[in-house]
């Protein structure tokens, strides 16, 4: 059973940067993601970046696009998510997932921001922008 576990939340102000880390027990995946859920909201995909062998994209929420860069160290099967110019809309658990699902496209592989996709999911780290 593949475990994952985040770190790298915390509070910030906004305008703010927070890097988050995962860290997988496994490398077999062919893809890392990111979620963030805040209280009374559906949890909603925030990036994602394809692991496994090929060429691939990475995928961002339009919420996001911009701000944050999600990135990997396939090696040490950690996956990175890069937040900048955080609001206090970006307050959330965020949650990082693996899966093996993918999606082939323009010569690429991707990794659909869809929950049902990642059946390997962490314990989450707490965001908090303050404004």
């Known amino acids: 059973q593949m475990q994952l576990e985040e770190s790298g939340g915390g509070s910030v102000q906004a305008g703010g940067s927070l890097r988050l880390s995962c860290v997988s027990s496994?490398?077999?995946?062919?893809?890392i993601g990111w979620f963030r859920q805040s209280p009374g909201k559906e949890r909603e995909g925030v990036a994602s970046i394809y692991a496994g062998a090929g060429n691939g994209n990475s995928l961002y929420a339009d919420s996001v696009k911009g701000r944050f860069t999600i990135s990997q160290d396939k090696a040490n099967a950690a996956a990175f998510l890069q937040m900048n110019t955080l609001k206090p809309e970006d307050t959330a658990m965020y949650y990082c997932?693996?899966?093996?699902?993918?999606?082939?496209?323009?010569?690429?592989?991707?990794?659909?921001?869809?929950?049902?996709?990642?059946?390997?999911w962490g314990q989450g780290t707490q965001v908090t922008v303050a404004s």
């Open positions: 496994s490398h077999i995946y062919n893809c």
């Open positions: 997932a693996a899966g093996q699902s993918r999606t082939w496209a323009g010569g690429r592989w991707s990794c659909n921001l869809s929950q049902g996709e990642f059946p390997y």
